[in-house]
């Protein structure tokens, strides 16, 4: 059996004697006088929260709340006197957003602390739920295309230049591995129509020195004239498609009808599109003195007999 009583110390008057396990006393007198010190020592606050009781009481509060302003709005409202609620209920759903607006960097502090652990946990997200995410971007995309739209040229006009400067950085870095990538896609490019009109604006350009320069919706303007007044793209002298000359000749050009030597002007309504034959037989030549000439008679045999031989 356990032993019930040991020699213990009394709290009070310091007596040593045998006392029960739970015993602080030695006597019922030390008892009543531990009482009687304790209630002399808290009487003053016990008077105080005993006030603060009766007033809540009177204004038809409990003891466990008080009426506190809301710490985001201001409102007056019921919470809870030990303090764990800050917020009314309107502003306990916005507690994130609240201490965000308080706190604005706390967010990209703690993604430096823990930056890898962020990135390994988004990779992982994205292999489980690759399309779900792919989805809900494409809706948003959708419900709000016009908006993002006008934001990104927002953007890109206000940090042009920093953008076109990373473009350039990128380019350095990684121009080998472009290279590669972007060649198949790059000599499909080379080979439509589109490039062929821009790369004659350019050796038009290059050409007038000095002159006023064509700009692409300059270009657009001429592509236009010609493809109303033939139907399709089409050499303006010997009225050969350009999608059958396309095979033969890797050029189109932008021929002056009359020319600047001449008093021509680098204009639109002199411009037009030409096969590379027409315009080498043409030289200085006029319009109308090229499609009375010999010259202009040799140029279609040639571009007639290039067409056969590549047919064949």
Not at 103 to 123: D, L
Not at 169 to 180: L, V
Not at 203 to 228: A, F, H, S
Request: proline share 2%; hydrophobic share 25%; net charge positive.
């Amino acid at each position: 059996m356990p032993k019930m009583h040991t020699k213990r110390k009394c709290i009070v008057c310091g007596k040593v004697k045998l006392l029960p396990r739970s015993a602080k006393y030695c006597s019922d007198k030390c008892r009543k006088n531990a009482q009687i010190k304790k209630r002399s020592t808290n009487r003053d606050e016990r008077l105080k929260r005993k006030r603060e009781n009766f007033k809540k009481r009177k204004l038809g509060i409990d003891n466990r709340y008080i009426m506190k302003p809301c710490a985001n709005c201001g409102k007056v409202v019921k919470m809870y006197a030990s303090g764990q609620t800050k917020y009314c209920d309107d502003c306990r759903p916005l507690t994130g957003k609240i201490y965000r607006s308080k706190n604005p960097g706390s967010r990209k502090k703690e993604y430096e602390r823990n930056k890898s652990w962020y990135n390994e946990y988004s990779k992982k997200y994205y292999k489980i739920n690759k399309d779900l995410i792919n989805k809900k971007q494409h809706e948003y995309y959708e419900n709000n295309r016009e908006r993002i739209i006008l934001k990104n040229r927002e953007y890109t006009l206000e940090h042009y230049d920093e953008k076109i400067q990373c473009h350039r950085n990128y380019h350095k870095k990684n121009w080998e591995w472009m290279r590669e990538k972007y060649k198949a896609k790059r000599d499909a490019y080379r080979k439509t129509k589109e490039f062929k009109l821009i790369m004659a604006v350019t050796r038009q350009n290059r050409r007038m020195n000095g002159w006023k320069k064509l700009t692409v919706d300059e270009l657009k303007r001429i592509e236009q004239k010609n493809i109303k007044k033939f139907g399709e793209l089409t050499c303006c002298y010997c009225k050969t498609p350009f999608r059958k000359l396309l095979h033969i000749t890797k050029v189109i050009q932008i021929e002056h009808l009359t020319p600047l030597n001449r008093g021509g002007q680098h204009t639109v309504r002199n411009l037009d599109f030409a096969c590379i034959y027409c315009n080498s037989y043409k030289g200085t030549m006029k319009k109308s003195e090229f499609l009375s000439s010999d010259r202009f008679k040799e140029s279609v045999k040639t571009v007639r007999r290039k067409i056969k031989e590549r047919n064949a």
